[in-house]
C-alpha cells in the first residue's frame, strides 16, 4: 500500500510533530518510534509513563436486539470460549475468536457495560471480525465505533499522570471498565493494557484524541512511545502478538492461553462448549498437546527472531519447532524471544537449540512473563 | 587515505590495500541504536556483495555487504561488550570491519563524500 493510501488516526498530526517515524501497518500510518529510539522508548514506559497511540484497533460495540447486555454475552459466547455471560459490568476480560478446527481468528479484550459488551480487536484482523460478528450473531447488533480513537497510558507513572486529569481512576483495579470525563471528553476508560505495566487504555471520541493526548503529554512523566516499543514490550510482558505468536494454525491451549477459558466452558461446566473448535479445545484442555508456546531465552547478545528453527541438539537432527516472536529486550538487557517447542521440551529451565545463520545457539525454556507484570490487582 | 561511500550506506576508509569499513550516520539513524554486531571471522575471503557483517537493533536484523572484493582481516573488537558504539559513532569508533582489496579497481564505482551526501538528500 503506497503512502497515499494509508490510513490516518485522529493523532497522525500529533505525531508527525513529535518526529514519529511513520511506517505502514495494517494499512495506517503508525509511528515506529520518535526521536529517543525504540531502546529508550521501552525503558521510559517501565520507568516512567508513556502514550500510544492505538486508534488503528477496532472498537466495536455489541447489544442483544431486544436492547441488553446479557443477551449479547450469551450470544458472543457463541464465539469465544471464555465466560462471558458471568462478566459484572465494569469489569473486561481476554478472549479469542476461534475457528472450527480450534485455531485463533483473533485475539480480543471484551467489557460488559450495563446494556452492551465493548469489543478491542486487532487492527489488521477488524474487517474479519466485523464480517464474523455480523454473520453470526444474526441476534445481535454490531456497532462499529468508527470515530472513536483509542489511547494506551502505561507504565508505574501512567496512574498519577491520568489522575491528574480524572482523579476517579485512582478506585480502578486491573481489568476495571469505566465512563470517566476527561478534559470533558467522554472516555471509556479500562485499567489494563499491552506492556506488563500498570496502564489504561482510554477510548475516546476522534474529536477529542489529540486534545486529550495534548493535556496527558503535558505531564512531564509522559513520552509518546511508538508502534517498535510497544512491540518488544509486550514480548517481555509474554503477551502474543496475533499472526506472529497465535494465529488460525494454533490453538488457545497449544498458544498457553488456557487462563483465559474458565470453567464453566470447559467440560462438565454450566455452559460448556458451544464455540467453534470447542471438541478440539475442550480435549486439548483435558489430554494435552504436543507443543506449546513458551518464553525463550537465547544465550549471549544475538536476538534469535521469528522464524528461526529449534532443535534438541546442536546437530540440528532434533527439530522442536520454531521461534514465533524475537528481539533484544531492553530491561532484560539480552535476547528474548517466544517460540512452539515439542510438549516434553517446553519446561521451564529446558536447554535447547536455536539455529541462527547457521549456527547452533543455545537457549533456554524461560517461563513467561520475562518482566514480572506490575498490574494493579 | 581516502574515503568512499556506498549506495548500502557503508563508508571504507582505504590506505593501499586494506579499508576499515562502517555503516554512515544516515544508516545509523535509520536503524536505531544497535544492540548486537556480528562479523564474519578474519581470514574470511569475499566477492563484493557478500555479507560480511550482521547489525541488529532491537527491531531487525540488517547485513553489511562488502563494498568490492577482499577479505576480511579484522574487526573491531569493543563492538561486543558495547555494539550501541555504531550508533553513537558511526563513522569513528562505531567502524565495523578491517577489509583487505583484493581489487582496488572496484573503488571506481563508489561514490565519494559529496556524491553520496547527494545521494541520501
Known amino acids: ?377 | 587515505m581516502t574515503l568512499y561511500f556506498t549506495k548500502e550506506h557503508e563508508w571504507l576508509r582505504v590506505e593501499g590495500e586494506t579499508a576499515i569499513v562502517g555503516i554512515t550516520k544516515h544508516a545509523a539513524e535509520e536503524l536505531g541504536e544497535l544492540v548486537f554486531v556480528e562479523t564474519r571471522d578474519a581470514g574470511t575471503v569475499v566477492q563484493a556483495g557478500e555479507s560480511i557483517a550482521v547489525v541488529e537493533s532491537v527491531k531487525a536484523a540488517s547485513d553489511i555487504y562488502a563494498p568490492v572484493d577482499g577479505e576480511v582481516l579484522d574487526n573491531n573488537p569493543q563492538l561486543s561488550d558495547d555494539p550501541a558504539r555504531v550508533s553513537s559513532d558511526p563513522e569513528g569508533e562505531g567502524w565495523i570491519v578491517k577489509f583487505r582489496l583484493s581489487n582496488p579497481d572496484q573503488l571506481e564505482s563508489l561514490m565519494d563524500a559529496d556524491a553520496y551526501a547527494a545521494f541520501i538528500a
Open chain 1, 1 to 377: 500500500m503506497s503512502a497515499d493510501t494509508l490510513l490516518h488516526t485522529p493523532l497522525f498530526t500529533l505525531h508527525e510533530e513529535a518526529g514519529g517515524k511513520m511506517v505502514p501497518f495494517a494499512g495506517y500510518a503508525m509511528p515506529l518510534n520518535y526521536a529517543d529510539g525504540i531502546m529508550a522508548e521501552h525503558r521510559h514506559v517501565r520507568e516512567h509513563a508513556g502514550l500510544f497511540d492505538v486508534s488503528h484497533m477496532g472498537q466495536v460495540r455489541l447489544r442483544g436486539r431486544s436492547g441488553d447486555g446479557e443477551a449479547a454475552a450469551h450470544a458472543l459466547e457463541r464465539l469465544v470460549p471464555a465466560d462471558i455471560v458471568a462478566l459484572k459490568t465494569g469489569r473486561q476480560r481476554y478472549t479469542q475468536f476461534t475457528n472450527e478446527k480450534g485455531g485463533i481468528l483473533d485475539d480480543l479484550m471484551v467489557a460488559r457495560m450495563g446494556d452492551s459488551l465493548l469489543l478491542v480487536v486487532n487492527a489488521a484482523c477488524k474487517d474479519a471480525d466485523i464480517a464474523h460478528l455480523q454473520d453470526e450473531l444474526a441476534d445481535c447488533l454490531v456497532e462499529v465505533l468508527e470515530d472513536r480513537a483509542l489511547l494506551a497510558l502505561q507504565g508505574p507513572e501512567a496512574e498519577d499522570a491520568l489522575a491528574a486529569l480524572a482523579p476517579a481512576v485512582r478506585d480502578m483495579k486491573f481489568m476495571d471498565v469505566r465512563d470517566v470525563d476527561v478534559d470533558g471528553a467522554l472516555c471509556t476508560i479500562s485499567r489494563s493494557g499491552y506492556t506488563g505495566e500498570d496502564g489504561f487504555e482510554i477510548s475516546l471520541p476522534a474529536m477529542d484524541a489529540s486534545r486529550v493526548a495534548r493535556k496527558l503529554l503535558e505531564q512531564p512523566a509522559v513520552k509518546l512511545i511508538g508502534l517498535g516499543a510497544r512491540d518488544s514490550l509486550r514480548l517481555e510482558a509474554g503477551m502474543c502478538l496475533y499472526g506472529s505468536d497465535i494465529d488460525e494454525t494454533t490453538t488457545p491451549v497449544e498458544a498457553a492461553l488456557e487462563w483465559s477459558i474458565q470453567k464453566s466452558r470447559r467440560r462438565g461446566g454450566a455452559r460448556e462448549g458451544g464455540f467453534p473448535g470447542a471438541v478440539v479445545i475442550l480435549a486439548q484442555l483435558e489430554e494435552g498437546v504436543s507443543r506449546r508456546r513458551v518464553g525463550l531465552l537465547p544465550e549471549g547478545r544475538a536476538p534469535v527472531r521469528g522464524g528461526a528453527p529449534l532443535y534438541a541438539d546442536v546437530e540440528f537432527a532434533t527439530p522442536l519447532g520454531k521461534v514465533t516472536s524475537g528481539a533484544f529486550g531492553p530491561t532484560v538487557e539480552a535476547p528474548v524471544a517466544m517460540a512452539y517447542v515439542a510438549t516434553d521440551y517446553a519446561a521451564p529451565q529446558t536447554p535447547i537449540v536455536a539455529e541462527l545463520r547457521g549456527r547452533a545457539v543455545p537457549a533456554t525454556v524461560h517461563v513467561l512473563p520475562f518482566v514480572p507484570a506490575r498490574f494493579k490487582r
